[in-house]
Structure formats: C-alpha cells, structure tokens
C-alpha cells in the first residue's frame, strides 16, 4: 500500500522552510526519507522507528506521530543543495519490504 | 569501504535479448534490494534476497524477471527478451540487517534502455 505525499511539488527561495507530509491509512512500522537529484541515487536522510519520534538537526528533520500513520519532513533555511526530489519510505510491518511515495520535488531558487 | 556497486551504468539492449543487471552490496552487508525507477517517477520495490535465498519477490513480474544472490558474487538481475517498457533505471540498495530497521545503501544504478 503505497503512502501518499504531500505536496507533489515545492518552489522556495533560498532561505525559506518546507514541510513534506508521508501519510498511510494504517499503522507503520518504520519511516525512511530520501533525497534523490536527478540522474542520481537516492541517498538516506534519516529512519524513524517510534510514535512520537522526531530526530535529525536544526536544518533537516523528521517527525513520525504517535499513531505511526504520518511522517513529515522539516527543511528549514533551506539552500540550493536541498533541490531534489525526496521520497518518504515505509514499511507496512516487520517484512523488511519498503514501499515508497510518489515524491515531492523540491526547487529552491537563488 | 567502497559503496554499493552496480554494472553497467548504462545498457542498451534490443528488444528480445537479455539484459544482466550486477550489484556487489558494501562489504558486510548480506541483503539486498532491487527497485525498478521510470522517468519522473518514484522507486518501485522489486525483490529483496539475502544470501542464496530470495526472501521477497513480490514486486517482480511473474514473467520475464529472475533475481539471485550466490553465496559468491554479486547479485544478479536478469530479464529475459526484454521490451521498450523495461525501459527505466533500476537501483539495488544493500544493508548490513533486515531493511525496516536499518539505513539501505543505495548503489549509482544501472539505466536500461530497449531500442
């Protein structure tokens, strides 16, 4: 069951914040997000594990609610080298199958 | 410690031949992950396999695709007489444990193309 992200797609100046939102309709085991520039791989940001967890720094973030049905992504004074697209993963239950979202794709300007 | 690493990055093939897709997991890592990337689009899994043995093979069309992990070498993804939708990038990722708990390491990815 593939999560739904939200939203598709972000246009920012340097310096401004984002919020990226990784929604389910039922429970999660875990949360993984990824940032991907095109014609690259994907590379790991951060996991969230726990109901209630928040982790990662003043710039990159990551929250996972308590009902472990939601994740958001916080990007905060973001830079030009936050453009990409990220992509939130998760798992269903402890099968070790990670399903991704569609992406959003994040633009940050000059 | 090098990183994950796949084979060729870039494959053309016609349709009805056969494309082999490598991938060497970092060193210590015993699992691996196949994930199949259209344009403009997201990661879609494919088959997850430890060592000799294929633990997940939902995401793989029934017909066509085979994926293994000998206990020497890398891992291999084949699709056999393939066609233009196989067309896309596709990526293996590798983790010391099981996914759900641990970061994957994702290889450069090796970008198919059928003319």
């Known amino acids: 069951q593939q999560p739904v992200q939200s939203p598709q797609a972000v246009i920012l100046r340097e310096g401004e914040d984002a919020v990226i939102n990784c929604s389910s309709s039922?429970?999660?085991?875990?949360v993984h997000w990824y940032r991907q520039k095109h014609g690259e791989a994907p590379v790991f940001l951060m996991i969230l594990l726990k109901g209630g967890e928040q982790k990662g720094h003043e710039k990159i973030s990551a929250s996972f609610n308590e009902k472990k049905q939601q994740s958001s992504l916080y990007l905060t004074a973001s830079q030009l080298s936050y453009s990409g697209t990220y992509f939130c993963?998760?798992?269903?239950?402890?099968?070790?199958?990670?399903?991704f979202g569609q992406g959003t794709t994040l633009q940050v300007k000059p | 410690n090098a990183g994950v690493m796949q084979n060729p990055r870039h494959l053309v093939r016609r349709r009805g031949q056969e494309a082999r897709l490598r991938c060497s997991p970092m060193k210590g890592h015993s699992h691996v992950y196949w994930y199949r990337q259209l344009p403009e689009e997201g990661l879609k899994f494919m088959v997850y396999?430890?060592?000799?043995?294929?633990?997940?093979e939902s995401g793989m069309p029934k017909e066509r695709f085979s994926a293994e992990f000998p206990k020497e070498g890398p891992s291999i993804l084949r699709i056999q007489q393939v066609v233009r939708g196989d067309s896309a990038a596709y990526f293996c990722a590798s983790s010391p444990f099981r996914q759900g708990v641990d970061e994957q390491y994702f290889g450069p990815g090796t970008r198919l193309t059928v003319t």
């Open positions: 039922k429970a999660l085991y875990s």
């Open positions: 993963g998760t798992e269903n239950s402890n099968t070790g199958k990670l399903i």
């Open positions: 396999l430890q060592k000799e043995n294929i633990i997940d």
